[in-house]
C-alpha cells in the first residue's frame, strides 16, 4: 500500500522541538508531549531527524551505535513509547537512516584501527600518495581534504563530511550484512521506515584523484554510481519484509539520475529529495547566495513534476534558512507565508513539512559567530578565516546560509524560551516568539498554523489535489499557475511571488485566498495565492 502518497510527512529536528526535562535539549518524551499538535495539523509521519547514540559533531549525523537512543534524547522505551502513542494518533515513525559514514567513535571504527580485526576493512583507508601526500585530491562536503591521518592504524581515512564521521567502506560484504540487521532491528521495533542519509554517495567506484572542481572535487568517482544502485536493491528487499518505505536524500540529481533512484520498476527507494529547486538563489556553492529569482525556481519545479512521476516536495529541512526569508517575504510574512504552504500542499507528490514551518518560523536573529553550533559553519568560518576574509563578510555569508537558521528551537508559545525549554537552550530561541508562536496562532483562525491545517484537511478532501496530473500553466518572472486534473475534477493554482499586484487571465470559482474575497477577478495582491475550481 502507499500510503505514503496521501500523507503529509513532518520532519521533527528533535534537538529544538520540545525539552521535557528542563536540560535545554529537545527529547522523545517531549515529541511525546506534542503528538496532538501533529495530530491536528493532519500529519501521517513523522521523520525524526537521528536519535541514535552519538558525540553529535555533527548533531547525530554521526552515529556511534546505531541500536542506541542517544541518552539526551531519553532511552529505548521512550523510543517505543512514541512509536506505540504516535501509532495510536494514526501517525507513522520513520528514522533518519545515515549509513554512508559512522562516527569515529562507533567501535566499528575503533576496532578498524586494527588491521588484523575483523572490522580493519569496514572503513575506506589509504596508505597515501608518495612523498607524504593524501591519498588523493578529493575535497568535502564542510569544505577543504577528506582525508584524516589516523596515528594507529598509520593510514588515513576518508571522511566525505566533519573529520568524525568515517565513510563506511561497501567493498567489505560485511558492512552491508551490518546495514541490513540493523534496518531489521529498527522495523522489528515498529518503525514506518526511514529517510536514508547522502544516499546517493555510498559507493566509492575508486579512490583516484578527480577533476578539479571549484568545489567536491572527485565527486565523480563516488556520485550515484552503479554500486549504490547494486546496494539499493539488496536493502529494498529486507524494507520489502516489512513492507517498509523509504525516501532517500541524493545529492547533486538530475531528474533522470533520480528516476534511477526511485523509479517504480527499479526496486531501490520510494522517493527522492533532489536539491536543484533549493540551489535556485546559489552560485557554484550554497554559500554563495545571489537574488533570488521566481522564474528559474518555477521552472524548476515544473521540470522535476514533469519528469518524475512522483516528487517529494520540501522547502525547508535542518539544513536549508527558512523558507519566508528565502522565497518569500519577511514584510509580507504571513501572505508569503501562506503562498509557500499553497505551493507545498498542491504540487504532485509527498509534501514534507519541516518543524516550525507551519507557523512561519524565520531565520535565528543571532548577531556573532560565536552564537553558531553548526559543524559545517564553523568549518566555512575556518575556511574564510584562512583566506583573510574579514569578519563582518564572513557574518554576511555565514548569517546568511548557516544551518542554524533552521535549527533554533520550536516556538510553542510566547513565555520565556518561547515554551521550548524550563532551562538554557542549547542553541538560542528567536527573540521573535513573542510574535511567532504556535499558541497565539492556534487561537486565530486567519494565521499561518490555520491556513496549513485548513490546507492539509483540503488536500485530504479532493483527490485532484493529490493524485491529479500536473498541468503548467504560467511561470513568468512574478507568476506561477498549474493545474491539478482528475476525472473531470480540475482545480488551478495561481501564486504570486511578488510585493506587487498582478494580473492574470486564470479563472474559476474560488476554493482558497490568503487574502479574504468572495470571487476572483484575474486581480492578485502582493504574495496573493487562490485556489480556484473549474466550473462545470
Ligand atoms: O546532508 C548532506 C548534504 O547534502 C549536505 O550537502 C548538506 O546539505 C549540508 O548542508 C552541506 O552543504 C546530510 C544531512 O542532512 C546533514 O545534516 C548532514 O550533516 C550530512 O548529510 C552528513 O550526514
Ligand atoms: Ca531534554
Not at 107 to 127: E, I, L, N, Q
Not at 131 to 143: D, E, H
Not at 379 to 396: A, E, G, S, T
Not at 495 to 516: M, T
Request: glycine residues 8%; proline residues 5%.
Amino acid at each position: 500500500m502507499e500510503w505514503w502518497k496521501d500523507a503529509l510527512i513532518y520532519q521533527i529536528y528533535p534537538r529544538s522541538f520540545q525539552d521535557s526535562n528542563g536540560d535545554g535539549i529537545g527529547d522523545l518524551p517531549g515529541i511525546i508531549q506534542r503528538l496532538d499538535h501533529l495530530q491536528e495539523l493532519g500529519v501521517g509521519a513523522i521523520w525524526l531527524s537521528p536519535v541514535y547514540r552519538s558525540p553529535n559533531a555533527d548533531n547525530g549525523y554521526d552515529i556511534s551505535d546505531y541500536r542506541e537512543i542517544n541518552p539526551e534524547y531519553g532511552t529505548m522505551e521512550d523510543m517505543e513509547e512514541l512509536i506505540a502513542q504516535a501509532g495510536r494518533r494514526g501517525i507513522r515513525v520513520l528514522m533518519d537512516l545515515v549509513i554512508n559514514h559512522t562516527s569515529t567513535d562507533h567501535y566499528w571504527f575503533r576496532s578498524s584501527r586494527d588491521r588484523t580485526s575483523p572490522y580493519a576493512d569496514y572503513y575506506c583507508w589509504s596508505h597515501g600518495a608518495p612523498g607524504g601526500r593524501l591519498p588523493n585530491n578529493w575535497t568535502g562536503f564542510f569544505g577543504g581534504d577528506c582525508w584524516e591521518f589516523d596515528p594507529e592504524r598509520c593510514e588515513y581515512y576518508l571522511h566525505l563530511f566533519a573529520r568524525s564521521q568515517a565513510d563506511l567502506n561497501y567493498r567489505c560484504p560485511a558492512v552491508l550484512e551490518e546495514v541490513k540487521d540493523v534496518l531489521r532491528f529498527w522495523l522489528a521495533k515498529g518503525v514506518a521506515g526511514f529517510r536514508c542519509d547522502v544516499i546517493n554517495l555510498l559507493w566509492k567506484e575508486s579512490l583516484e584523484d578527480g577533476r578539479r572542481r571549484p568545489v567536491l572535487t572527485g565527486l565523480e568517482h563516488y556520485l550515484s554510481r552503479e554500486g549504490t544502485h547494486d546496494i539499493l536493491r539488496q536493502l529494498r528487499q529486507v524494507l520489502d519484509e516489512y513492507g517498509a518505505f523509504t525516501v532517500g536524500e541524493a545529492v547533486f540529481v538530475t531528474p533522470a539520475m533520480a528516476r534511477d533512484l526511485c523509479g517504480r520498476d527499479r526496486r531501490e527507494l520510494d522517493l527522492v529529495f533532489s536539491f536543484q529547486h533549493m540551489e535556485c538563489d546559489q552560485i557554484l556553492v550554497k554559500w554563495l547566495k545571489r537574488r533570488f529569482r521566481p522564474k528559474a525556481f518555477f521552472d524548476c519545479l515544473v521540470r522535476w513534476q514533469q519528469e518524475l512521476d512522483w516528487n517529494a516536495l520540501y522547502l525547508e529541512n535542518h539544513d536549508q534558512p527558512r523558507s519566508i526569508p528565502r522565497f518569500g517575504s519577511e514584510r509580507y510574512w504571513k501572505e508569503s507565508g501562506k503562498l509557500l504552504a499553497t505551493l507545498l500542499l498542491t504540487l504532485r507528490g509527498t509534501p514534507f513539512l519541516y518543524q516550525g514551518q507551519e507557523i512561519g518560523m524565520v531565520n535565528f536573529d543571532f548577531t556573532r559567530l560565536r552564537q553558531l553550533n553548526d559543524v559545517e559553519s564553523k568549518n566555512v568560518d575556518k575556511i574564510l578565516r584562512r583566506f583573510h576574509v574579514p569578519q563582518k563578510l564572513r557574518w554576511r555569508i555565514l548569517s546568511r546560509t548557516s544551518r542554524d537558521n533552521a535549527r533554533t528551537p520550536f516556538q510553542w508559545d510566547g513565555g520565556p524560551q518561547g515554551g521550548f525549554t524550563g532551562g538554557r537552550p542549547w542553541l538560542g530561541v528567536n527573540h521573535n516568539c513573542a510574535a511567532i508562536n504556535l499558541a497565539d496562532q492556534e487561537k486565530d483562525p486567519d494565521s499561518i498554523w490555520s491556513w496549513y491545517k485548513d490546507l492539509a484537511a483540503l488536500r485530504r478532501d479532493r483527490a485532484a489535489l493529490r493524485h491529479g496530473s500536473f498541468v503548467p500553466l504560467e511561470a513568468g518572472a512574478q507568476v506561477f499557475a498549474y493545474r491539478r486534473e482528475l476525472e473531470g475534477e480540475r482545480m488551478t493554482v495561481v501564486l504570486n511571488f511578488s510585493g506587487k499586484p498582478a494580473s492574470v487571465s486564470h479563472r474559476g470559482a474560488l476554493v482558497r485566498s490568503n487574502y479574504p474575497r468572495e470571487g476572483f477577478d484575474g486581480q492578485l495582491g502582493p504574495w496573493e495565492a487562490v485556489i480556484l475550481e473549474e466550473e462545470t
